[in-house]
Every structure is written in C-alpha cells, then in structure tokens.
C-alpha cells in the first residue's frame, strides 16, 4: 500500500510540530507549509489524502485557501484548524465545504476520532 | 484653533466670519471655501483643528457632504450647520459622525465658540474610546489566537510526557498538576472568547433542548471528576421535553453550573439536584440546581456574578469569570439567574442556582 500523505499548512511552528507528530502515530507522512500560496502549490504536487488548514495566516486565509482546493479537487478531505471563532467565522468555513472543523486545544482522541471517519468515509 | 469653514451663502460666510473675529475667548485661524470640491484637497495638504460645515453646497447635498468630510479628515471634529428649522437633519447628522449642529438663525457668537470647542473635546473622548477598544480587541486577539497556540503546544507535550513509562510516580504527579494547570489556563481563555462573543449581541436565539444538553454536561462533568471526586447528579423534570429558546451556549451555562458545584464542595460525595417545571405565566421555565457544597454567605452572594468587581482588580477568588458568563448567556436569552440557599437561612448547607429560561 502507497505511503498516506497529509500536508499542514499553518504558519504557527508550534501547530505544524504538533500535528506532524500526531499524523505520524497514525501512520501519515506530514508534509508542512508555513503559508496558503505555497500550500497550494504543495497540495497540487503531493495529493494528499488530508490536508490540514490553520484559518488565519498571513498572505492568502485558510478559508480562501480552502476553497482554492475544493475548486481544484472537489474529493480533497480538508481539515479547518482553527482557535476560539465566531460563529460568523463558522458559518464561512461550512460554507466552503470543510470537511471538519478542529478546535485547538485538541486532543489525540478528537484527531483519531476525524481521521477515523474520514478514512472511513 | 485652525477652522475649515464651508459655506456658499454669502450672508451666512459673513455672519459666521463676524462672530468668530469678535469672540472674546478664543482666536479663530479660519479658512474659508465655497465647495466640497475645495475643501477636499484642503484637508488631504494641510492640517486643521476643526471643521464647520454647511450641508448645503453646491458640489453636495445633506449627509454626503458629512461623509465625505469624514472619510478624507476621519479625526477632525466637525460641526455642521443646518438649513432654518431643521434640527432634523442636525441629529441625523451628529448620529452619523458629526460631533455637533447648529440651526441657522439661532447662532450666536457665544453658542458657536462653545459648539466648537465642545466638539474639540468630544472627537478627542470618541478617539480614547476607539484607541481603547482596539487595544481590548488586540488584547483579547493575543489570548484566543497567539497565548491559545502555545497553550495548545504545552497541552499536547504534557499529555505525551504522562504516557511515558519512564517517568517515576513523583515525577508524573508533576506532570500531571502542570496539566491541570495548563488546562484551567485553556477554559480561561475560551471564556473570555465567550464574553466577547456575547457582547458582540449576535446571540441568534433558537429553540434548544433542555433535556439532552443536561444530559450531555451531566456526563461531561462526572467523566471531568472521575479521578478526583465521587459525583452524583439526580434530576428531577417534568415528563415533557423542555425546549427553551437559546443557543449552543446553554451548554456552557450548565456545565459551568455543575463544575462549580462539584468543585467548591467538601462533602465524600458531591450531591446535585436539577430540578425544572414550567411557570404558571406560560412564558418562563424555572430551573434549580441545588448542591451540597460549601454555600455562599448573604454578603457574596450577588457578587457571585458580577465582572466588574472581578475587572477592579479583586482576582484572588480563583472562581475565575465562568459565573458572569452564565449571567450573560442567561440574560442575553432574556432570562433571569440568581443564588439562593438550599436550605432557607443556612448557607452551609449548599447552594441553589435558580434560573428563569424563556419558553422556546
């Protein structure tokens, strides 16, 4: 079976290192960008299966690049990383056909629990 | 005080003119122009301490000629004069920026130098109050965003370091009281999302079911205590399901209701009574949450809920603000909350939360 590749695209160091760690237990290849331009041009090189998407960065949002990526790949399984949102902000995500949205703090069992069902899915 | 004078009328150039050379108080450096269209670059060169302004020009009409001043000079203050009569569109003017009006034919030389000055000083407490603001909302942006990722960071390696093996018995106590540490820092900081969340006023009430969000912060909070406290919570309810009319925050309310019970409680075995009935007006559901806990006295009683002692600096109660965010949520339903004993006259032997939820 081909290796499963999820890319992060998060400009925070600390959120990269985290969830590169946890992809990993799971038996994922992270593959990380620190911006939305770059992650795009990642996404279109590397085919995730999942792809992980911090909601506000510097340059392009995770939300514009969320839908930069449906449009390009419909079936691409995107997770929205998100910290303490409105619930406008909400709104916009689920408007734009995320697949889930994770909360920070989060924990291996919240993770686990997503990756389940989308592998699922 | 450097003035933009905009006035096409020429009877009222030299009326305003007039007055403002023979004021006793003050001098006046006045610039004066016929059209919007003057004035505009006027204010992009130079700089100038206030703006008086006719609504009627040539080049602009009513509220668009304000605009306009305000987009090109958004921080001079400026005062408008309006046609005979219309105080009208003198307060529709103020609500849309401006700082004062005066009516044609009532002004006098005294009443148009207070009307400056005033304006001067009213622009001056609306920019505090903006900077004010900012600053909160830049305050609060570096605490759910920036403090929230590290915290995020800390949560994670805590939690692989307790799963380690090699770690001792002493050493994971450690661990373990950084976590709940660093956890307690995680609901802070959700609640002051919360806080502004409700004070934003976008509340978009619904009808929520009463029953299965108690059901879910029930087990929510026995699963909370599992390690550390024995947690009973009987419930005493109508057989009707219970839809109030509120929103995904109710689950906050009650669950902070139920930590608060459990956690300010010396009994072996931490005792909570729900219990809810509908009220005889039809409108209203009252609810209790009765504990054994260790009480609140008659004198802490409606301090319980109130932010602004807790923002005076009064910190040391460690109840941190998940109260005065139950009293807002409760309220921004249109519902009432208070504290009363569980056994009339005798705070130490529990509290009970009384809550007034609208009917859905």
């Known amino acids: ?121 | 005080m450097k003035l933009l004078f905009l006035e096409d009328n020429p009877g009222d150039v030299r009326l305003i003119l007039l007055m403002l050379q023979e004021a006793p108080s003050k001098r006046f450096e006045i610039h004066h122009v016929k059209r919007l269209s003057e004035a505009l670059p006027r204010l992009q060169e130079e700089s100038f301490d206030a703006i008086l302004s006719d609504l009627g020009l040539p080049d602009s009409q009513g509220l668009d000629t304000l605009i306009a001043l305000r987009e090109q000079a958004p921080f001079l203050p400026i005062v408008v004069l309006t046609g005979n009569d219309d105080e009208a569109m003198g307060v529709a003017a103020v609500q849309a920026g401006a700082q004062d009006y005066l009516v044609k034919g009532n002004i006098t030389t005294d009443l148009l130098v207070k009307s400056l000055n005033f304006a001067v000083e009213r622009k001056r407490g609306e920019q505090t109050i903006l900077e004010e603001r900012n600053r909160a909302a830049f305050f609060k942006d570096l605490l759910v965003h920036d403090i929230n990722n590290i915290n995020h960071g800390l949560l994670f390696h805590l939690k692989r370091l307790l799963k380690d093996d090699t770690l001792g018995e002493k050493q994971k106590e450690g661990v373990s009281t950084c976590l709940s540490l660093v956890e307690k820092i995680a609901q802070l900081i959700t609640n002051v999302h919360l806080l502004s969340e409700i004070d934003k006023g976008d509340l978009n009430l619904e009808a929520v079911d009463f029953k299965s969000v108690l059901n879910a912060c029930v087990e929510k909070v026995k699963q909370m205590f599992i390690q550390s406290k024995e947690v009973e919570i009987h419930q005493h309810l109508p057989e009707e399901p219970i839809f109030i009319r509120g929103n995904y925050l109710l689950d906050t309310v009650v669950t902070n209701i139920l930590i608060n019970a459990v956690k300010y409680n010396r009994q072996p075995v931490a005792t909570i009574w729900v219990e809810a009935h509908a009220l005889e007006d039809g409108r209203y559901y009252k609810v209790e949450f009765k504990d054994n806990g260790i009480g609140i006295p008659d004198s802490a009683k409606s301090a319980m809920f109130r932010k602004s002692e807790r923002f005076n600096g009064d910190t040391s109660s460690g109840l941190g603000i998940g109260l005065t965010l139950v009293k807002k949520v409760v309220e921004g339903y249109g519902g009432k909350i208070w504290l009363e004993d569980r056994v009339k006259g005798d705070f130490t032997q529990g509290s009970n939360f009384v809550l007034l939820l609208p009917k859905a």
């Not at chain 1, 290796?3 to 946890?22: C, G």
């Not at chain 1, 994922?28 to 990642?42: I, M, N, P, Q, S």
């Open chain 1, 1 to 121: 079976m081909a290796e499963k590749t999820a890319l992060v695209v998060d400009d925070s160091e600390i959120n990269r290192n985290i969830l590169s760690l946890y992809l990993e237990l799971y038996g994922y290849r992270a593959v990380c960008e620190d911006d939305g331009l770059k992650g795009f041009e990642t996404f279109k090189s590397i085919h995730p299966q999942l792809t992980f998407l911090d909601v506000v960065m510097p340059g392009i949002s995770g939300i514009e690049l969320l839908k930069k990526i449906k449009e390009y790949d419909p079936q691409a399984k995107v997770i929205m990383v998100t910290s303490h949102i409105s619930q406008n902000t909400l709104k916009q995500i689920k408007e734009a056909q995320a697949d889930w949205v994770l909360q920070k703090p989060f924990d291996e069992a919240k993770l686990e629990e997503i990756i389940q069902r989308i592998e699922s899915a």
